[in-house]
């Protein structure tokens, strides 16, 4: 009996110091191992130092990158301005010049072609005062600027095409007109939190598509832009 209980208490010793024990590259260490030390430890901690730094800025560079970007997630600039060149051509009396008054609208950021062009819908409103009376129009069209303001790159360049309406127009006169507008500009962001400054000149150009009549005109306008 005294054998049987000894072999017993030997196998049970010998199946749990075997559990304590794992092969680690054909050695036996036990459940604690001691640490690695030397030259080779030191080498491996530093370079597992220098990657944890690299991807911590890595993605730190890409958080200061979404943040500038998503600023520009929706853009708006008002606008108001006059022309400063301009003639007329077989609208009303015949051809006169300096028949504009004031000009004004909005632009708002439609869409992007990414890393390269913005589409924009721009409505104007502009008032004319010729020999015959006044006019008033509202110009409705797509503008396309470049580059793009996730850029933000300060300078821009655009144009645009579309339907000019006229709320009020002159006797036997179209109201219906084809707009089209060459502009470049220069946009300020963030002066004042998500509100900055542009400036704008170009061509505003329009069409009388029922009747006879031709508008060209130079233009400088100033204005605000919103990011939000």
């Known amino acids: 009996m005294l054998l049987t209980f000894l072999l017993s208490l ?35 901690y530093f370079i597992k130092r220098r990657k944890n730094q690299k991807n ?28 400063f060149d301009e003639e007329s051509y077989k609208w009303a009396d015949g051809n006169e010049d300096e028949v504009s ?3 004004g609208g909005v632009t708002y950021r439609m869409g992007e072609w990414v890393h390269s062009m913005d589409m924009n819908f721009r409505a104007d409103l502009t008032s004319y005062d010729l020999n ?3 006019a008033v129009k509202l110009s409705l ?9 996730r850029s933000r790159f300060p300078l821009y360049f655009g144009a645009g095409a579309g339907l000019g309406i006229f709320f009020k127009q002159i006797k036997e006169e179209s109201h219906i007109a084809l ?4 502009v470049a500009g220069i946009r300020l962001f963030e002066l004042v939190e998500n509100m900055g400054l542009m400036a704008e000149v170009g061509m505003k150009n329009h069409i009388l598509l029922i009747s006879d009549g031709q508008f060209n005109g130079a233009f400088f306008s100033l204005g605000a832009v919103f990011e939000f």
């Open 141 to 149: 069209l797509p503008l396309i600027t470049f580059p793009d303001v």
């Open 179 to 182: 707009d089209y507008q060459v």
């Open 101 to 103: 008054q004031i000009n």
């Open 132 to 134: 015959q009376g006044k």
């Open 10 to 44: 030997t196998l049970v010793f010998s199946s749990w110091t075997s559990a304590q024990i794992e092969i680690v590259d054909g050695e036996s260490v036990g459940e604690e191992s001691q640490p690695e030390t030397g030259k080779k430890a030191a080498q491996e």
């Open 56 to 83: 911590k800025a890595g993605a730190n560079r890409r958080h200061r990158q979404n943040d500038s970007l998503g600023s520009a997630e929706r853009y708006l600039s008002l606008h108001l301005g006059l022309f």
